[in-house]
C-alpha cells in the first residue's frame, strides 16, 4: 500500500518519484486501487510526471495498461467539461424561477484541484481537473415544497425526496440531487445544529459567484466544515473513499492560499474548530488528520488539529477497504447476499465500530432510521 500512497503524493506534488520502480504486476495493482478509489485520473497525473521526470521508474508499465490509463483519464477530463457546462446551464435554469443556488462538493471542489496540482489537458485545452466527478449536487434556496413544485412545473422527472434532497431527472446525459440542506445527522438534536449552522452560512454561499466557472459554490471556510460533514456521513452509512479525502487535502492547501500564507493560520484554525466541536465532528477531524499525512503527506502546519493515530489508523483501513462509497466492500456484499439476519447484525457491527468517532450518532442511527422511513412516506404525499 505505501507504494500506492507513494504515486498519489507524486501526482499531486508532495514527493518526487517513487521509491522503487514498480513491476508490472504493481502497476495493473496501482491501477486498480486508484479505480476503486476513484482516483484514476489524479493518478494518471503522477503517471505523467514520472514520464517527465523519472523515466527509469515506469520502464514496466505496461503499453496496453498506459493506453488504457489515458483513455480513462481523457474522459475524466470530457465529463468535467460536461458537468461545469450543465453546473452553469441548472444555475441559469433555477434563478430564472427566482431560485437562488450553490453548486456542492463536485464540481465545486473541482476548481480547487487546478489552484494546486496543473494538470496538463489531455484535450489539448489547457488545463483541466483530473478529478473524477460524479453527479451534480445542487443546494437550492426556498421552501422544500416551492423548490419541488417548481421543478415540476418544468417538467422535470422528480424522484424520492429524502430528509436533506430530492432526486431530479433534469438531464439525460447528467444525474442531479436538489439539496433542501446540505448534509443530514442521526442525531435529532445535532440535527437542530446543523440545520442553524446551515441557514446561518447560506446568504454567503448563495453569493459566492466564481466568474470562471459561472455558477455559486461554497466558500472555502464553509467547505472546511461541510466536506468534513459530507465524508463523517458516509463513513457511518455506507463508506468512504479516498476521492473525498483528497478533496479536503487540496481544501486545507488552498485555505492556507486564501490567506496568502505558507500555513494554515491560527485564526482561521480556531474559528474552525469551534464549530467541528459545536457539531460534534472534533474527533472525526483528528482521525480525518491522520490519514490526510499518512496519504497525502499533508504538512503540519496545514493540519486543523492534531492527528489521533487510533481512530486515524481505523479510518484509513475502513477507506481502503470499503473502495468510493463503499462500491468494493466485500464485508458489506457477502452481508446483502445472506439472511435479514445476517445483514442486520453486519449492520449493527458496523454502526458500533463508529462509536469511537461519536456514540450518539450511533445510539440515534436505529430511531432515525424507522422515523425517516415513516418521515418519507408522510412528507412524500403532502409534496
Same mark, same amino acid.
Given at each position: 500500500?505505501?507504494?500506492?500512497?507513494?504515486?498519489?503524493?507524486?501526482?499531486?506534488?508532495?514527493?518526487?518519484?517513487?521509491?522503487?520502480?514498480?513491476?508490472?504486476?504493481?502497476?495493473?495493482?496501482?491501477?486498480?486501487?486508484?479505480?476503486?478509489?476513484?482516483?484514476?485520473?489524479?493518478?494518471?497525473?503522477?503517471?505523467?510526471?514520472?514520464?517527465?521526470?523519472?523515466?527509469? =521508474?515506469?520502464?514496466?508499465?505496461?503499453?496496453?495498461? @498506459?493506453? /488504457?490509463?489515458? $483513455? #480513462?483519464? !481523457?474522459?475524466?477530463?470530457?465529463? &468535467?467539461?460536461?458537468?461545469?457546462?450543465?453546473?452553469?446551464?441548472?444555475?441559469?435554469?433555477?434563478?430564472?424561477?427566482?431560485?437562488?443556488?450553490?453548486?456542492?462538493?463536485?464540481?465545486?471542489?473541482?476548481?480547487?484541484?487546478?489552484?494546486?496540482?496543473?494538470?496538463?489537458?489531455?484535450?489539448?485545452?489547457?488545463?483541466?481537473?483530473?478529478? =473524477?466527478?460524479?453527479?451534480?449536487?445542487?443546494?437550492? @434556496?426556498? /421552501?422544500?415544497? $416551492? #423548490?419541488? !413544485?417548481?421543478?415540476?412545473?418544468? &417538467?422535470?422527472?422528480?424522484?424520492?425526496?429524502?430528509?436533506?434532497?430530492?432526486?431530479?431527472?433534469?438531464?439525460?446525459?447528467?444525474?442531479?440531487?436538489?439539496?433542501?440542506?446540505?448534509?443530514?445527522?442521526?442525531?435529532?438534536?445535532?440535527?437542530?445544529?446543523?440545520?442553524?449552522?446551515?441557514?446561518?452560512?447560506?446568504?454567503?454561499?448563495? =453569493?459566492?459567484?466564481?466568474?470562471?466557472?459561472?455558477?455559486?459554490?461554497?466558500?472555502?471556510?464553509?467547505?472546511?466544515?461541510?466536506?468534513?460533514?459530507?465524508?463523517?456521513?458516509?463513513?457511518?452509512?455506507?463508506?468512504?473513499?479516498?476521492?473525498?479525502?483528497?478533496?479536503?487535502?487540496?481544501?486545507?492547501?488552498?485555505?492556507?492560499?486564501?490567506?496568502?500564507?505558507?500555513?494554515?493560520?491560527?485564526?482561521?484554525?480556531?474559528?474552525?474548530?469551534?464549530?467541528?466541536?459545536?457539531?460534534?465532528?472534533?474527533?472525526?477531524?483528528?482521525?480525518?488528520?491522520?490519514?490526510?499525512?499518512?496519504?497525502?503527506?499533508?504538512?503540519?502546519?496545514?493540519?486543523?488539529?492534531?492527528?489521533?493515530?487510533?481512530?486515524?489508523?481505523?479510518?484509513?483501513?475502513?477507506?481502503?477497504?470499503?473502495?468510493?462509497?463503499?462500491?468494493?466492500?466485500?464485508?458489506?456484499?457477502?452481508?446483502?447476499?445472506?439472511?435479514?439476519?445476517?445483514?442486520?447484525?453486519?449492520?449493527?457491527?458496523?454502526?458500533?465500530?463508529?462509536?469511537?468517532?461519536?456514540?450518539?450518532?450511533?445510539?440515534?442511527?436505529?430511531?432515525?432510521?424507522?422515523?425517516?422511513?415513516?418521515?418519507?412516506?408522510?412528507?412524500?404525499?403532502?409534496?
Amino acid at each position: 500500500m505505501n507504494l500506492f500512497f507513494e504515486l498519489i503524493q507524486v501526482s499531486i506534488g508532495t514527493l518526487p518519484k517513487l521509491s522503487s520502480a514498480p513491476s508490472a504486476t504493481q502497476w495493473n495493482e496501482l491501477y486498480t486501487i486508484a479505480k476503486r478509489q476513484a482516483i484514476i485520473g489524479i493518478c494518471f497525473q503522477g503517471v505523467q510526471l514520472l514520464y517527465k521526470n523519472n523515466p527509469i =521508474q515506469v520502464k514496466y508499465l505496461p503499453s496496453k495498461l @498506459k493506453m /488504457q490509463w489515458l $483513455a #480513462v483519464a !481523457a474522459n475524466i477530463q470530457k465529463h &468535467n467539461e460536461k458537468l461545469n457546462l450543465r453546473a452553469q446551464e441548472i444555475t441559469r435554469l433555477f434563478a430564472n424561477g427566482g431560485f437562488q443556488s450553490c453548486v456542492l462538493k463536485g464540481q465545486g471542489v473541482a476548481i480547487l484541484y487546478n489552484n494546486i496540482i496543473k494538470c496538463e489537458s489531455i484535450l489539448n485545452k489547457g488545463h483541466m481537473s483530473l478529478r =473524477q466527478s460524479g453527479d451534480i449536487d445542487l443546494w437550492v @434556496k426556498g /421552501q422544500r415544497k $416551492a #423548490v419541488i !413544485a417548481f421543478m415540476r412545473q418544468m &417538467n422535470w422527472n422528480v424522484g424520492v425526496t429524502v430528509i436533506h434532497h430530492t432526486d431530479a431527472k433534469i438531464f439525460d446525459d447528467v444525474e442531479t440531487e436538489i439539496h433542501h440542506y446540505p448534509s443530514y445527522t442521526f442525531s435529532p438534536f445535532r440535527w437542530k445544529k446543523y440545520k442553524k449552522w446551515f441557514n446561518e452560512q447560506a446568504n454567503i454561499q448563495f =453569493q459566492n459567484y466564481d466568474s470562471s466557472t459561472q455558477f455559486y459554490h461554497p466558500t472555502t471556510e464553509f467547505n472546511l466544515v461541510y466536506l468534513l460533514m459530507h465524508i463523517y456521513r458516509h463513513v457511518f452509512h455506507e463508506g468512504i473513499g479516498l476521492r473525498q479525502l483528497m478533496d479536503y487535502y487540496m481544501l486545507l492547501c488552498t485555505a492556507s492560499a486564501d490567506n496568502n500564507c505558507s500555513q494554515l493560520s491560527n485564526r482561521v484554525k480556531s474559528q474552525i474548530m469551534e464549530t467541528l466541536k459545536y457539531l460534534g465532528l472534533e474527533q472525526f477531524a483528528a482521525a480525518v488528520m491522520y490519514v490526510e499525512q499518512q496519504v497525502f503527506g499533508l504538512k503540519n502546519e496545514f493540519l486543523l488539529c492534531s492527528p489521533n493515530k487510533e481512530t486515524g489508523i481505523f479510518l484509513l483501513n475502513e477507506i481502503m477497504h470499503a473502495g468510493n462509497f463503499g462500491q468494493f466492500d466485500q464485508r458489506t456484499k457477502r452481508a446483502h447476499n445472506g439472511s435479514d439476519l445476517r445483514l442486520f447484525s453486519y449492520n449493527t457491527l458496523r454502526l458500533y465500530k463508529m462509536v469511537r468517532f461519536n456514540p450518539s450518532e450511533v445510539i440515534w442511527a436505529p430511531f432515525w432510521k424507522i422515523g425517516h422511513w415513516f418521515y418519507r412516506k408522510i412528507v412524500w404525499n403532502h409534496l
